[in-house]
């Protein structure tokens, strides 16, 4: 559907569940862009939501999700981690897929 939703809300994975193989991956392939935000956002639970510990900023959503219109695209699709790679749609309730 490309609707974004698991990237804003459920799965700000690419700054929490990433994984040792995705950073080798991503340092194999010359990704300082993502590495980057990996090594300096620092994110960290605070409550229901991520926060930078740098500055305490709110992070709302995965940095790489670009919006097209109304759909988005994930900018890092090829080399996105293993979280994101492993979602299934619509496995989770807040997915517009899920069905009960």
């Known amino acids: 559907?490309?609707?974004?939703?698991?990237?804003?809300?459920?799965?700000?994975a690419l700054l929490t569940y990433v994984s040792d193989d995705d950073i080798v991956r991503w340092e194999r392939e010359g990704r300082d862009d993502i590495l980057h935000i990996i090594r300096?956002?620092?994110?960290?639970?605070?409550?229901?939501?991520?926060?930078?510990?740098?500055?305490?900023?709110?992070?709302?959503?995965?940095?790489?999700?670009k919006q097209e219109g109304t759909q988005f695209t994930c900018s890092i699709y090829e080399t996105r981690p293993?979280?994101?790679?492993?979602?299934?749609?619509?496995?989770?309730?807040?997915?517009?897929?899920?069905?009960k």
């Not at 559907?1 to 700000?12: I, K, N, S």
Request: hydrophobic share 30%; net charge negative.
């Open 82 to 99: 293993e979280v994101c790679r492993n979602y299934q749609p619509g496995s989770s309730e807040i997915c517009p897929l899920f069905k």
């Open 40 to 65: 300096h956002e620092e994110a960290v639970w605070a409550g229901d939501h991520l926060v930078s510990s740098r500055d305490g900023h709110y992070i709302h959503g995965c940095p790489f999700l």
């Open 1 to 12: 559907m490309r609707c974004g939703t698991c990237c804003l809300v459920d799965m700000v």
